[in-house]
């Protein structure tokens, strides 16, 4: 515990949640593009929406970790309908949090990277690639290796006794 009784997690309001204000502020954007978003359900409050004037909206901590990642698509130049089209495709096929997910921007398309493929989100799925873990090609080699050396061992060990 530190001074005061109050621990890092609701120092940082993890427990009880992050209103507009300070959501926005932590994200980096201004409160009136938050606003938009929720408006248009780019990215909705998790634990409290706006039922009116006067009420406010409560962010979860996973819903900043959201937001940031729309902010970053923002700053490397994608287009906001094209930033909706990527969370519409990570919230139907990305089943852990989407900000663990692995992303790769090249110009203006964004790739998934979702275990062993590359998905062009933009192009609903489409231009399907498939990763090639260097380590399983180099496991594969050594196995081969392996694998003919032993032969050949065999073939000389044959041959010797033959020859005896």
Not at 110 to 127: A, E, F, K, P
Request: hydrophobic share 40%; net charge neutral; glycine share 10%.
């Amino acid at each position: 515990m530190n001074q005061g009784g109050a621990d890092d997690n609701s120092r940082m309001n993890v427990g009880r949640g992050f209103s507009g204000t300070k959501t926005a502020q932590i994200v980096g954007i201004s409160y009136r593009q938050l606003d938009y978003w929720a408006r248009t359900n780019l990215v909705k409050p998790s634990l409290t929406e706006a039922t009116g004037s006067g009420s406010r909206r409560l962010y979860a901590y996973t819903d900043l970790l959201e937001l940031k990642v729309i902010k970053n698509l923002l700053d490397a130049g994608i287009k906001l309908e094209s930033v909706r089209e990527v969370f519409r495709y990570m919230r139907d096929h990305v089943k852990s949090d989407v900000a663990s997910a692995h992303i790769v921007i090249s110009g203006s398309s964004v790739v998934l990277c979702d275990g062993d493929q590359l998905v062009d989100v933009l192009r609903n799925g489409q231009g399907v690639l498939n990763v090639l873990p260097l380590a399983g090609v180099k496991d594969e080699v050594d196995a081969r290796i392996i694998s003919v050396a032993q032969p050949a061992a065999a073939d000389v060990a044959r041959a010797r006794a033959v020859g005896e």
